[in-house]
């Protein structure tokens, strides 16, 4: 898989490309798809929020966004401050279908009745707009004191998800600050790498590659950024 974009705006036509690129998810079976990229500033959270957006508007399907950046939440951020573009963000529902959740909260907190406040409460989704996508936001207003939060390799959230949701997609902080791309690598059907076209350096991400497929996770491609003619020669070692 092999894609190219211009500057930010308007990405409708790269991400049919991507799209396109990804191939046919397994008959009867929602696909997980992580984005991340090996540097931070390279896009990689743009190029999940307008993947989501392309698969929900333009290819009909029903799409969840879920932010790994939990401390942050810059994707429902950025959909909020978008919104005349993406549509307004509906109320805060439940994120988890079944209570399973990819986190951990330690230490734990308690509910007013004694009992520990359930890890799955303190991530919430908000619908985008009229198209079937959400997108998911940790509730840290909701964390006490000194707790942390971690996130887990396990499948269990993901394939709960699975079955509410045609198409997931994973925006993953880079490596220089989370390992979650690690983490929860062999959990997703595809990763696609974001690097930005004009990085002369191609150890980062070459590692992070051969990290990822270390992990048990799949590789599927690189998604070029910030480029307008044809990829750079030195990005093709990146492409088995």
Request: hydrophobic residues 45%; aromatic residues 8%.
């Given at each position: 898989m092999r894609a190219a974009i211009r500057e930010m705006v308007d990405l409708n036509a790269e991400m049919a490309e991507l799209w396109a690129s990804l191939g046919a998810p397994a008959a009867g079976r929602a696909r997980v798809i992580?984005?991340?990229?090996?540097?931070?500033?390279?896009?990689?959270?743009?190029?999940?929020?307008?993947?989501?957006?392309?698969a929900a508007r333009r290819a009909g399907r029903s799409v969840w966004l879920v932010d790994l950046d939990l401390l942050g939440s810059p994707q429902h951020e950025a959909l909020r401050l978008?919104?005349?573009?993406?549509?307004?963000?509906?109320?805060?529902?439940a994120a988890s279908p079944d209570g399973s959740i990819f986190f951990t909260v330690q230490p734990p907190a308690q509910a007013p009745d004694g009992q520990p406040w359930p890890p799955a409460r303190y991530l919430a989704a908000h619908r985008v707009g009229q198209a079937r996508w959400w997108v998911t936001r940790f509730r840290r207003e909701a964390m006490r004191g000194r707790q942390t939060v971690h996130i887990l390799p396990t499948a269990d959230y993901w394939n709960a998800l699975r079955k509410y949701a045609d198409l997931i997609v994973v925006d993953c902080p880079s490596p220089d600050r989370s390992q979650a791309v690690l983490t929860v690598a062999p959990f997703m059907d595809q990763t696609v790498l974001v690097v930005a076209a004009d990085e002369s350096d191609v150890r980062a991400p070459?590692?992070?590659?051969?990290?990822?497929?270390?992990?048990?996770?799949?590789?599927?491609?690189?998604?070029?950024?910030?480029?307008?003619?044809?990829?750079?020669?030195?990005?093709?070692?990146?492409?088995?």
């Open positions: 992580q984005v991340a990229a090996a540097r931070r500033g390279e896009g990689a959270s743009t190029v999940a929020r307008e993947l989501a957006f392309f978008e919104a005349d573009r993406y549509g307004p963000l509906g109320e805060a529902a070459a590692q992070l590659r051969d990290a990822i497929k270390g992990a048990g996770g799949n590789v599927s491609g690189v998604f070029f950024n910030r480029v307008t003619v044809e990829q750079p020669g030195f990005m093709r070692a990146l492409i088995p």
